[in-house]
């Protein structure tokens, strides 16, 4: 009863004009930018953030999450029609979405996503609603990658630029004014995300895209596609929400891990063999996806986590708002919980009118050419970075940082870990400072007390886990596909 009572408080908030108006603003845009290949979630809500400063926080973290699930349902548009993920969570959609366009079959491939989204989208919500507190128990420290653990450490450092909290002295400021307070949240994430992704898709050539102009037709599935694209929508939602609570986790680890596991279940007599347009392979992922990016709002919301980038810029957007992310918000600020738990529901529902029955307005959105997209995405950045100090300096650092993002994008280097170092650095560093206040500086203090220590001895140890030779391997493996 108490949980209706919650989603009824929910509902009542999420129904309000203003907040329906800005979650369809965000399912609309997250559409958008899924569609067009090159400009993702992590890229928009960061050009976005600093416009929430003048929203309500309600409003502002609706149109925001709006913006990430919907490039879920988006990215697989593209995905399907052009042989290129629309958002990287879809790479897994194209091996098979796009060879049913290519055997006529494009209706039912992205009905079977659009489906699978919305059944995914729906239980991962339900799951956010009813499960998030027993939920964050497993949601550990995951370790990733040598190259990760150098881009949380680089944030970490990053984040320490600025004016000690202590002593009031300016430190790695390089006896520059403007960095006494240290870097810009926005500007990191607009230079690395936004920018790097523009310099990055200029270098791809338009023509690399066959693009299906041709009216889609027969969008409803077969009662054969049901009979087989269900229990994979099944398995997908099921994996996709376990995995969207663990950091580092998310749609993009889900939607890969939910079309591993579809190649290894034995095909029906009779069906298309993976990699030349299952069905299965367009709804196990999409499900997946879907459901990562809607559980990947609990350890952010009960924890105060950002399990993935677009999370980290969550926190940004709610420390705009002095909103601290963890426990305290379902207490706290529970219209904010649960209006914005009631929104993804509506949000969904409209997702669906959008992709399917609109899905020729999308197939001419990709006619476009990117270059004449990319400088309006420039100006809306720099506009953007400007309006949040009325700092030139911000203007040009979010230009270096952006080459920066480029060089990471050259290197291979995931930069998302950096942006986690460089939002959890100061509060790290705030309650490591704190700790040792308390114990006269005596470090044997992270060892002696069992919550700690236990704490320390679980991250090494799954740090080691990870980086073991067959685990690796086995990593590897799974982003590699025929």
Not at 130 to 141: D, I, Q, R
Not at 432 to 458: K, N, Y
């Amino acid at each position: 009863m108490e949980l209706l009572d919650h989603l009824s408080m929910g509902f009542g908030v999420a129904f309000t004009f203003q907040n329906l108006i800005y979650c369809f603003i965000g399912c609309l845009l997250g559409t958008l930018i899924g569609v067009l290949p090159g400009v993702g979630p992590v890229a928009t809500i960061a050009m976005l953030l600093p416009a929430t400063y003048a929203l309500p926080p309600v409003a502002a973290l609706i149109m925001l999450a709006g913006i990430y699930y919907g490039a879920q349902y988006g990215g697989s548009t593209t995905a399907i029609l052009v042989n290129l993920p629309g958002e990287s969570s879809s790479v897994v959609t194209v091996i098979d979405g796009y060879q049913m366009a290519r055997k006529g079959r494009a209706g039912p491939a992205l009905a079977a996503a659009g489906i699978g989204s919305f059944f995914a989208g729906c239980v991962g919500t339900l799951i956010l609603a009813a499960f998030a507190p027993p939920l964050t128990e497993v949601a550990f420290k995951f370790g990733s990658l040598l190259k990760a653990v150098a881009m949380i450490l680089l944030g970490l450092l990053m984040g320490l630029v600025g004016t000690d909290v202590n002593s009031g002295v300016a430190r790695y400021s390089f006896d520059i004014p403007e960095l006494t307070d240290g870097i810009n949240f926005v500007v990191i994430a607009m230079g690395v995300f936004g920018y790097g992704e523009i310099i990055a898709n200029l270098s791809k050539s338009d023509e690399e895209r066959e693009v299906f102009t041709a009216k889609v037709q027969g969008l409803f599935p077969t009662a054969q596609d049901f009979k087989r694209m269900f229990p994979a929508m099944l398995r997908g939602t099921a994996l996709g929400s376990c995995l969207g609570i663990l950091p580092g986790g998310g749609a993009l680890l889900s939607a890969f891990a939910a079309y591993t596991v579809e190649k290894k279940t034995k095909l029906h007599p009779g069906e298309v063999p993976f990699g030349q347009g299952n069905i299965r392979g367009v709804a196990a992922p999409e499900s997946a996806n879907n459901a990562g990016s809607q559980t990947s709002f609990i350890p952010l919301l009960t924890l105060g986590i950002p399990p993935n980038a677009v999370m980290a810029l969550m926190v940004g957007a709610m420390t705009i708002h002095n909103i601290q992310p963890g426990p305290q918000v379902m207490t706290s600020n529970p219209e904010l919980f649960w209006g914005l738990v009631a929104s993804m529901w509506i949000g969904n529902a409209m997702l669906v009118i959008l992709n399917l029955p609109l899905i020729g307005i999308w197939i001419k959105l990709l006619t476009v050419p990117y270059r004449w997209l990319f400088p309006s995405i420039v100006l809306f950045c720099a506009i953007g970075v400007y309006s949040t100090n009325n700092n030139t300096f911000d203007v040009w650092l979010v230009g270096i940082f952006g080459f920066v993002g480029y060089l990471f994008y050259k290197l291979g280097v995931e930069p998302a870990p950096l942006l986690l170092g460089f939002i959890l650095g100061p509060m790290m560093e705030e309650n490591l400072r704190r700790a040792l206040l308390l114990s006269r500086g005596d470090w044997s203090v992270f060892v002696t007390r069992p919550l700690s220590a236990g704490l320390l001895g679980a991250a090494a140890l799954l740090l080691i886990i990870v980086l073991l030779p067959a685990v690796s391997k086995k990593r590897e493996e799974a982003f590699v596909e025929d």
